[in-house]
């Protein structure tokens, strides 16, 4: 499965995710390559640091990629990994358009605030342009970052269900310093000791909600996610 994490709109989590989302799938014992496409290296700057952290045992691959290249290198490269996960700006680059014509699952975080939310029909736009070149993309959006409490994650979700061309993952992950923590010590945060349980059951409950709406999946992997994973929570 070729996994894009991505979006128009900046500082919702998109490198936080993809990187849990590699460590999730390396977890549940697949190969896996992360793939940096956007201009700021974040999730480059993460993977060095948990070589450094692990003495070169990562547990999975990561290269960087920009441009056409995200789309020519990764039909290149995928055959010799089970998956791909590609990360992608904050903006509508030629990078995550690329990545766009080849992925598999699109993953939209959204924080819960009117500038974010507001963006949500340009990001269906972009998913409807990509899905006549790459008619078997698949888009997901779910709240990343949500509040402890409060509307404003009920109203976000209330508009991100109401587009068509995105399905909405009814989980959400909450703004917590385990992230921060975990990233610290080149860890995901289901890795993280000691473990924040809430931050990692709302992660492993996202996890393995991709994974059982990817019907292509092999079904050890998702028994591995919900043994291995779950667990965790």
């Given at each position: ?40 290296e974040t999730a480059t700057d993460f993977c ?186």
């Amino acid at each position: 499965m070729l996994y894009l994490v991505g979006g128009i709109k900046g500082g919702s989590g998109k490198t936080t995710v993809a990187v849990n989302l590699a460590v999730g799938l390396m977890l549940a014992g697949r190969d896996i390559l992360l793939v940096d496409a956007d201009d700021q290296e974040t999730a480059t700057d993460f993977c060095e640091w948990r070589n450094q952290r692990t003495e070169g045992n990562a547990g999975f691959t990561a290269i960087q990629l920009s441009g056409q290249a995200a789309r020519n290198e990764i039909l290149r490269l995928a055959e010799k990994y089970q998956d791909v996960v590609i990360d992608t700006g904050g903006r509508d680059t030629n990078s995550q358009r690329a990545a766009l014509t080849v992925a598999d699952v699109y993953l939209v975080p959204f924080n819960p605030r009117s500038f974010d939310i507001w963006t949500i029909s340009k990001v269906s736009k972009l998913v409807e342009e990509a899905q006549h070149l790459n008619p078997n993309l698949k888009a997901y959006v779910f709240l990343n970052r949500a509040d402890a409490r409060g509307s404003d994650n009920d109203d976000a979700a209330e508009a991100l269900k109401e587009v068509t061309a995105l399905t909405y993952l009814d989980v959400s992950l909450g703004n917590r310093k385990a992230y921060a923590n975990a990233a610290t010590q080149g860890m995901g945060v289901m890795e993280l000791q000691p473990e924040d349980k809430k931050a990692s059951a709302e992660f492993a409950a996202l996890f393995n909600l991709i994974i059982d709406f990817e019907k292509n999946v092999e079904s050890k992997v998702r028994s591995n996610v919900k043994s291995d994973v779950k667990v965790k929570g």
